[in-house]
């Protein structure tokens, strides 16, 4: 008697099942694809925007998926993705680049050359301060030597200015004799009318410097003709913050020494004219 032949499984083969939920699979993948691909723009570049500032994922903002290229032309581009999103931000960094150097020649065009134009030099600009200062400090010097002139004291003090400052020069022997850094009674009338002088005119700050001649002092209270020179300026800055009303804030002096000759040291006139107290009436405006 022969087999008996068993009956098939019921139901769909296996195979199919699996077959199925591929299908399945698949039709869900198209499906996010397709909703990718219609996405809002404007929401999407926010996104792109918020993680490029928080995780610096997309250096140059790239928005590869807001146009849909990738996407809605099919999945075999995603292989290309690297490349287009580095070829995005390049592109987009050449584009602002480009934009801004025609910004930057549009506001060239539209601003005067009236003394603020970037184009115009620092050395242009210090110039110009600087003939400024020249024609300030001019117009003071005119008017102190008039005072001085109205004094009667053109003989005892020379006035003179540079772009900084407006200088009085006062001979050593008119102040002290030889080797002391003790005022002259006679020298007190002057440095009365020079405090009204500075009074009037010093609106900044003023300096009082001793100088010296290259002659070694031969003195028991000073060592040499730095200490002299120092002791000199001290004495002028100390009579006339007590007898005028100048800000003794505002005024400094030093000693120079035989630092600064303005003269020949070798001849008697040159170390007499070095032998001097010279007082800087610097710019306000400086």
């Not at 990738?70 to 934009?99: C, F, K, P, R």
């Not at 008039?146 to 053109?154: K, L, P, Q, Y």
């Not at 028991?220 to 120092?230: I, P």
């Not at 002791?231 to 800055?237: D, T």
Request: hydrophobic share 40%; charged share 25%.
């Amino acid at each position: 008697m022969g087999k008996k032949q068993e009956d098939p499984p019921a139901g769909s083969p296996a195979w199919m099942a699996t077959f199925s939920d591929l299908m399945n699979l698949l039709l869900c993948f198209f499906v996010l694809l397709f909703s990718m691909s219609t996405i809002d723009e404007a929401k999407l570049n926010e996104i792109i925007a918020s993680m490029n500032s928080s995780f610096s994922i997309f250096t140059a903002g790239a928005t590869s998926i807001g146009e849909g290229i990738l996407i809605s032309n099919g999945v075999s581009q995603l292989n290309d993705l690297a490349e287009y999103i580095n070829s995005m931000g390049a592109a987009e960094d050449a584009e602002t680049e480009s934009d801004n150097i025609q910004e930057y020649d549009a506001s060239q065009q539209a601003v005067p050359n009236d003394g603020t134009n970037p184009e115009q030099t620092y050395e242009d600009l210090s110039e110009q301060v600087e003939e400024m200062q020249i024609a300030e400090n001019e117009q003071l010097a005119e008017l102190i030597s008039e005072a001085v002139a109205d004094s009667n004291m053109s003989d005892q003090i020379d006035v003179s200015f540079t772009a900084q400052y407006v200088l009085l020069t006062m001979k050593g022997a008119l102040l002290f004799d030889s080797g002391s850094a003790s005022l002259k009674a006679e020298s007190e009338d002057v440095l009365d009318k020079v405090a009204v002088i500075l009074e009037r005119y010093a609106g900044g700050e003023v300096e009082i410097n001793g100088h010296t001649d290259t002659v070694p002092i031969k003195s028991a209270k000073y060592a040499d003709n730095e200490e002299l020179s120092s002791a000199r300026a001290l004495s002028v800055f100390y009579y006339l913050v007590e007898h005028s009303t100048l800000d003794a804030t505002k005024i400094k002096h030093a000693g120079m020494g035989e630092r600064v000759p303005i003269a020949d040291n070798s001849t008697e006139e040159g170390r007499a004219k070095n032998r001097r107290v010279e007082i800087r009436i610097y710019n306000s405006s400086k």
